[in-house]
């Protein structure tokens, strides 16, 4: 039985079609998400893969526009299962916890996009549902976040010149810190998935 799995969260061209794309701290993410996805094939690993979809709402994450799709470069191999779901955690509105009960899962490793929000929330909630849980927060993406007073339409330069918009790196940095010895184990991309060395 798979002992742990690889959650790959919402890694779609759904973000790259938004304007604060161009300040996302890993423009990389779907190389760095390779990496663990082909360390976790190597283990033997179950990998599953979410997408976020938002249907009737007209926007990048309306399945109805053709964003909600995985980055050009990953791809899930035959078996592996795909979730869509319509919450901020891979679980509430999935059957992913039945999934991995019948893989016998008891770590997961999160990845994906957006490194405080649908990847920490799903990380507290398979914390809470008895899961060892691995950060890899390498893998993970973010953009600038702005002040909740900020209006919805503001632009990027209206969020980016505002002095209480987060950075990537705030972000990261206080995720790290509510996650640490309580949800989750923070590790680095080269503990999960090493670098193959040159011959």
Not at 39 to 67: C, I, K, Q, S, Y
Not at 155 to 165: G, I, S
Request: aromatic letters at 6%; charged letters at 20%; a negative charge.
């Amino acid at each position: 039985m798979t002992q742990t799995a690889l959650l790959v969260i919402d890694v779609q061209e759904s973000f790259r079609v938004r304007p604060n794309w161009s300040e996302v701290n890993h423009p990389d993410i779907a190389d760095r998400v390779n990496r663990l996805v082909r360390a976790a094939r190597a283990n033997g690993d179950l990998v599953v893969w979410v997408l976020h979809t938002e249907p009737g709402t007209g926007g990048a994450f309306d399945p109805a526009n053709g964003h909600v799709r995985f980055i050009d470069g990953l791809e899930p191999a035959e078996g592996e299962p795909l979730l869509t779901k319509t919450s901020h955690n891979a679980f509430t509105t999935t059957n992913l916890q039945q999934l991995l009960t019948q893989h016998g899962v008891r770590e997961v490793v999160v990845s994906g996009i957006r490194t405080e929000q649908c990847c920490e929330t799903t990380a507290r909630v398979a914390s809470d549902l008895g899961y060892d849980v691995t950060f890899v927060t390498e893998a993970t993406a973010t953009t600038p976040l702005p002040h909740w007073t900020m209006p919805a339409d503001a632009t990027l330069a209206d969020v980016l010149a505002d002095p209480r918009t987060l950075s990537p790196e705030t972000i990261v940095e206080r995720t790290e810190y509510v996650l640490a010895g309580r949800f989750a184990t923070i590790r680095t991309l080269d503990e999960v998935a090493p670098p193959v060395l040159a011959s």
